[in-house]
């Protein structure tokens, strides 16, 4: 496998005539290089920006009539299997065939489409995209070879061919960069990231690869010890995780190999596999999509990287027209429908039941698969619960159970109607055996408020879906335990409610019939246009804000739940903020405050580096590029967890009396789902305790204490509000929401983020930061788990802002107003002006390298002064990572 991992290292070579392939170890072929072709093309199809094209053009055909083909000379000097790939339009339905020498035609899936950028001028999603797409291998004789395309959609035979290549050894995509190849290309004061492949060899610098096991469960399960996680041999563990999606089916094996080695080097340690193993129409299970996960889990386990499964979200299954009855999302319905219940549990037997052919046992028994996601993002008191949004069938399924449940508390139903003081709806049928449920505004405090008449009928169906949810989540455990064979952790669900001070504590304990809880959190803000929920394009409006402000719901503020491990499984700054470099260095030192047992960012976009712009990126300089830093320190516990300063008990009847609870939180959505609260309804968002809490230590909530123990801090000690700073009760953390800067002061980590060319120097235990770019991070730590002071090897890391080459927006600089290009790769980094002094003792002289992006030493020289007691060090401004060694 480390043999396979250092063949990716190729190089370039064309001449004259036919193209041949060198010894170079690749053939490099540009669509419009054919000897003969039969293309017409199209003014709209063939309006795109080249600059995101291999060469600055392409080949591309746009009519009706005969297919056209498109014909290349080749020589190859050496015989054998060759891996071929293509650059070519995979989206809106094109058809792509190719043949070798005289040979029948073979279709090319386009199915498994990689780095898929839209490259229509206007930034429409239509048709005018391009992807990498891996054919195969194919048999090439030694000698002249004439190999030829055809392009054959029913809908004008309309395709694009960029370029396509042959190589001897694997070959893994960098967009229109080949094989060690640079291009330089970045706006105005900002400097090219465009890495080469990692060949992952020992000279490596920066490397967290040792962190992690050598194999992924092999100690036995990860398990939770109290409100902790513990490796199987006892020894406690955080989770610095990445979301992977449906990204795994369009990567092959090799890609597959090279992303978990490319997330355990920057310090990944468990992977959320969030997709279904199902298409979105078809309950039956894909094969080839369960045969992905298998592969993929095995390629994170041999990196020491775990797994948690996430395979069902109401927005990827549409159960009615399963049934012919509309196109509905499936939420709410796996609570308490037979037929979704039923699939669904085909579905996880599948999953865990089926012989992994790579590992040789079911994922069910295999110990690298940690934790088990019940569900996705769903829950009876979010406001899909409503009447409209299932089928009339479905509901009156729903109306049933609600009336049985009643027929079991009070005897009949015209009792319970009593117990309600006579409330009725126009949908109750007493003599069916069913009664009406209301909508989920009817729940919160407003809807109390405006129908206060209903409030025993609330607190009837409050407690009835309460009793839904949990049992649902109880009996899909035993399921997975008595049927699955699993053994490992599980998590409930991970949503948000209607109302987070009547609700929120309620929906946490349905949690509680699993070990770990979960929730998710987005810092994401006006950004405007159509289909801005999930894309970025060109006519958006936007502006950048960072997070540190307070001035937003801010995802990393939670409410632990005592006894039960705690994990955040989705969280990220969505693009198109500029202001994404505090994610990491944010996550990891208030997550590390918070206690918080796992972090996964969303989400991964490629196996490599992203290479155009999404609404929710990971695989780009400034968030992946500040994990060696960030995982470090969140690992390795440099940061101290926080005391309890709100300790909050409460008892189940008094939650479900709807009595309410004083600590809650803001919800911190994304645009996708906070598009479903209605902008008129929004229960009660008010904030009882001061939310600064949240940065002074954990919060924390238990069903089982006496109420009248429950403690809140006097926050006077760690929060000013004048001077608009909060200090952690460790000490070791203090935010200036004014000013937008927090520092982050420890033995072994110590650095800076935000807006720091305001606030100047900053003075720390062993370092002193400065920097000039308005926004940034700095991060100082100990590479051997050493305080900095005493350490041999330290990492000083670096980060701003980063775009894509060509974003450009109505306001200078490409931070706010209406985007008018997205640009295309590389993706550019703000170029770095900050100098960190260091204060160190004992031996050894200090020796400064600069690596690169993927941590290797360079040959650049970095600027190093010494005065007495301070070695002061210049960062180079195209480089991230400088390693001090002594």
Known sequence: MRLLRCLFLLAVFLCAGSISLGAEEFLWVEGEAAIRQTMSRHGWYDSVEKDSLSGGQWLSHFASGEPPIAEYALTIPVGGAHHFWVRANSVAGPRLSYRLDRGAWTEIDLTGAIENVNIASDGKPDMRFISW?????????????????????????????????????????RGVLKPGQRTFKANPGYFAWEPDVDPS?????????GLNEEVAGRNGRVRAAGDRLVLGNGKPVRFWAANVGGLI??????????????????????????????????????????????????????????????????????????????????????????????????????????PNPYTQIPLGRDPAVAMLEVQNEDSHFFWTFAKKSAPPERWERLKQCYGDWLKGKYGTLDKAVSAWRGVRLPGDDPAGGKMELLSAWNMTSGGLENAPRQRLRVIDQVRFLTENMRGFYTKAIAHFRDEGGYTGLTSCGNWRTADPSLLGPLEQYCYTAGDVIDHHGYFDHNHKGEGASWSVRPGHTFSSQSALSLREANPLSYVEVAGHPSIISEIGWPMPNMYRAEWPFLTAAYGSLNGLDGIFHFSVGSAGWDQSVSKFPMNNPVVLGGFFATALLYRNHYVQEGPSVVKENVTLDDLLALKGSEVFVRPALDQLRAAQVPPARAGRIGEPIDPRLFYVGRVTRSFAGKPEDSHVLETTEFVDPKAKTIRSATGELELHYGAQVVTLNTPKAQGAAGFLKARGGVELNDATIRMANDYGTVLVVALDDEPLARSKKILIQCTTMDQLYGWKTSAPGGMEGQIVSVGAAPWGVQKIQASVALRLQGPGTPRVVACDENGYPTEKKTQ?????GDLTIRIDETIPYTVVLR
């Open 249 to 354: 089916h369009r990567l092959d094996h090799q890609s597959h190999v090279y992303l978990a080695r490319h997330l355990a080097k920057r310090g990944v340690n468990m992977v959320r596999l969030h997709g279904g193993i199902y298409s979105s129409r078809n309950p039956a299970v894909d094969t080839k999509k369960l045969d992905d996960v298998h592969h993929f889990v095995w390629a994170l386990k041999q990196e020491g990287i775990y797994t948690k499964l996430s395979f069902y979200f109401p927005a990827w299954f549409r159960l009615d027209p399963w049934h012919k009855q509309g196109d509905r999302w499936s939420f709410m319905m796996l609570f308490f429908d037979r037929d979704m219940q039923r699939i669904y549990f085909d579905w996880a037997d599948a999953l865990l039941k089926t």
């Open 864 to 868: 190093v002064s010494c005065s007495v």
């Open 133 to 173: 797409i891996n054919v195969g291998t194919i048999e090439l004789a030694r000698g002249a070879h004439r190999l030829a395309f055809k392009f054959h959609s029913d809908n004008n035979n309309h395709g694009g061919l960029d370029c396509f290549v042959l190589s001897r050894q694997p070959f893994m995509p």
């Open 201 to 209: 060899t020992d000279k490596a610098l920066l490397d967290l690869r």
